[in-house]
C-alpha cells in the first residue's frame, strides 16, 4: 500500500514523540532510584540530610573520617610529588622505547639487508665492466682535440649572435614604415625566431 509524503509525516511525528516519552521515563526512573539510594545512606548515617526549602542537600559525614594533621598533608603533598615525578620518568621511558619501536620498525630485517647487498654488489659489478670496456676503447678524444671542438663552438655561437642580431635590426628598420604588428610581418615573410622553435642561444 503506497503511503502519501502527510501519512509518512505524521507516522514520524508518533514515532518521535514516542521515543522522547520513552527518554522522560527513563530520567523519571534514574531519579527516583538516585533519590532512594541517597535516603538510604543518610538512614544508615553514611551521608547528611539537609532541607533547604522544599529542596534536599546530600553530603558526606565528616565525622567518620579522621583529622589529618599538617604532616599528614606535608606527607602526603611529598608522595604526591613523588610519585608526579615518577609518572614524567616513566612518561619519558616510554617516549623514548616507542622510538626506539619505531626505528627497529623502519630498519631491514637480515634478510632484506642481505638481499640488498647483493643488489649492490651486482651494480658495481655492472659499473666495474662499463669501466673496463671504457678504458679498454681506442677511440678516446684527446686533450688537443677536445680543445678543438670548443673553439669551433665558440666560433659558432658568436657568428650566430651576431647574425641574429643584423636580422633583428633589419627586421625593426622595416617594421618602422609597416603599418602592421611584428608578428603578422613574421608570418607574413614566413620566418621563424629562434623562439618559435624554442631555441636557446648558448652562452659561450
Not at 514516542?18 to 532512594?36: D, E, R
Not at 677511440?139 to 658568436?158: M, Q
Request: with cysteine.
Amino acid at each position: 500500500m503506497k503511503r502519501t509524503v502527510p501519512t509518512v509525516l505524521r507516522m514520524s511525528s508518533v514515532i518521535c514523540r514516542s521515543s522522547m516519552g520513552w527518554a522522560k521515563l527513563l530520567i523519571n526512573l534514574l531519579h527516583q532510584a538516585v533519590v532512594k539510594a541517597m535516603e538510604l545512606l543518610a538512614q544508615e548515617g553514611k551521608i547528611k540530610e539537609k532541607m533547604y526549602g522544599k529542596q534536599k542537600i546530600y553530603f558526606a559525614d565528616q565525622s567518620q573520617f579522621r583529622d589529618v594533621s599538617d604532616a599528614d598533608l606535608k606527607a602526603m603533598d611529598k608522595q604526591i610529588s613523588e610519585l608526579s615525578a615518577e609518572v614524567q620518568t616513566l612518561t619519558q621511558s616510554c617516549r623514548q622505547l616507542d622510538t626506539e619501536l619505531k626505528e627497529l620498525n623502519s630498519s631491514l630485517t637480515t634478510e632484506e639487508m642481505m638481499a640488498e647487498i647483493q643488489e649492490l654488489k651486482a651494480e658495481c659489478s655492472g659499473y666495474r665492466e662499463r669501466l673496463e670496456k671504457i678504458k679498454s676503447a681506442t677511440n678516446h678524444v684527446t686533450p688537443e682535440e677536445k680543445e678543438k671542438v670548443y673553439k669551433e663552438r665558440d666560433v659558432y655561437v658568436k657568428e650566430w649572435k651576431k647574425r641574429k642580431r643584423l636580422a633583428s635590426d633589419m627586421m625593426n628598420a622595416i617594421l618602422e614604415g609597416y603599418p602592421k604588428s611584428k608578428k603578422e610581418f613574421l608570418e607574413e615573410v614566413g620566418v621563424e625566431t629562434d623562439e618559435d622553435c624554442k631555441v636557446v642561444l648558448p652562452t659561450t
